[in-house]
């Protein structure tokens, strides 16, 4: 059976849990070589060894993305790990749940630069490998249904996923050139333990599964041609917004 991204090398942040884990599975399971980011050694390792059950390829990195020389870190352990880079994935984020009149100067700087100069940093360290190498590459970053509509209570997640998806497009844009695309997902509310599963219906809020696969396709040479898209993947979360 030929996959879609035999001999590849991908990097996927936030990916020992959760919708990142779902999105690392997807990307070995269709062929990628596979780095595992998060915060946490233990969920990290777990993360990796899981997927290499599966017969997959992986190894991992720790840290905080947030530090000044982390994207570099990050993108020169891919390397020395795989020999490259193919695909980057953004899919670490910080959702902190406060009132607008509550939210302080911390809590707005931790989202943002989670949420948004780390992806920022990642795509560039990222697309000085993928220039160098000269076969061009994949960036996927996940952004959400708040990067479209306002919350009160999620104040800096929607700067900065609204940012994310401006960042998308200018990226996309500014490494065009170099064959290098630059996508988004933007989910509405995901079904929880959902990496198995697809969604039943429109009528259904999405799953992991759903959104991995769409990234698995906008990783690969299907989606050659396409840059500067956001895909908006929000199910039955589209009835109970206005956009």
């Not at 779902?22 to 946490?40: E, I, Q």
């Not at 020395?80 to 809590?107: C, H, Q, R, T, Y």
């Not at 990642?122 to 990067?147: C, E, F, K, P, Y």
């Not at 769409?214 to 908006?232: F, H, K, M, P, Q």
Request: glycine residues 10%; proline residues 2%.
């Amino acid at each position: 059976m030929n996959r879609l991204l035999e001999s590849k090398v991908a990097v996927v942040t936030g990916s020992s849990r959760g919708l990142g884990l779902a999105v690392a599975r997807a990307l070995s399971a269709d062929g990628a070589k596979v780095l595992v980011v998060s915060r946490s050694g233990a969920a990290a390792r777990k993360a990796a060894t899981g997927i290499e059950e599966r017969s997959g390829v992986a190894t991992f990195w720790v840290g905080d993305l947030t530090e000044a020389t982390a994207a570099d870190s990050v993108i020169a352990h891919a390397v020395s790990s795989f020999g490259g880079v193919d695909i980057l994935v953004n899919s670490a984020g910080l959702f902190v749940w406060k009132p607008f009149m509550e939210f302080s100067l911390e809590d707005w700087r931790r989202v943002l630069d989670t949420n948004l100069t780390a992806a920022f940093l990642l795509i560039r360290s990222a697309a000085r490998v993928m220039i160098d190498q000269g076969r061009g590459g994949s960036v996927v970053n996940i952004t959400s249904v708040h990067g479209s509509v306002g919350d009160p209570n999620v104040v800096a997640q929607c700067a900065s996923k609204s940012g994310l998806v401006g960042l998308t497009r200018a990226a996309a844009e500014a490494l065009r050139p170099f064959d290098i695309r630059v996508n988004a997902v933007s989910p509405g509310s995901i079904d929880p333990d959902s990496a198995d599963r697809s969604g039943e219906s429109p009528n259904a809020r999405v799953t992991q599964a759903d959104i991995a696969t769409l990234v698995v396709y906008l990783s690969s040479d299907l989606a050659r041609s396409i840059t500067g898209s956001v895909i908006e993947a929000f199910g039955s979360t589209r009835t109970q917004i206005k956009i």
